[in-house]
């Protein structure tokens, strides 16, 4: 399998369990912008609005909306970026991180079913390939 098709593959993956998620989860269907914001962010830490946006795939003018709402709810914190002041960084707060995590635990069953598939072996490896991605997209996100 080429590179593009492994990628390619896991936003499948990704796509379909999100899918998945927000049928069997009620909460997620009624906010499922700002729950993939809280979940998107609670997974990187602080990142620019301008990758964020790219990252939810929205119009920046659609992020801006979507945060101010969150910035009322006081779940996130938006900073201007240390280097480029054409942008804002952008945080979960404590009460974001708490609902960040009472989203995504309502969601255990999506994750219980997305995991049946592997046997204990392969949810250590794909826990090791997972955390070596996020750090290198990390490591990534510090060089800017």
Request: charged share 30%; aromatic share 4%.
């Amino acid at each position: 399998m080429s590179d593009r098709e492994l990628v390619e593959l896991f936003h499948d993956v990704a796509r379909v369990s999100h899918q998945r998620e927000v049928r069997n989860n009620d909460a997620l269907a009624r906010g499922s912008g700002q729950s993939r914001c809280l979940l998107t962010l609670s997974g990187l830490g602080p990142v620019s609005q301008r990758r964020l946006a790219a990252i939810l795939d929205i119009r920046s003018a659609s992020l801006s909306e979507l945060l101010g709402k969150m910035e009322a709810r006081g779940w996130i914190a938006r900073t201007p970026h240390p280097e480029d002041g054409r942008t804002y960084m952008v945080a979960l707060t404590e009460g974001g991180k708490a609902e960040a995590l009472r989203r995504r635990s309502s969601g255990n069953d999506a994750s219980v079913e997305l995991l049946a598939a592997l046997d204990e072996n392969q949810r250590m490896q794909f826990e090791e390939i997972l955390s070596a991605i996020k750090r290198h997209y990390q490591e990534l996100d510090q060089n800017r």
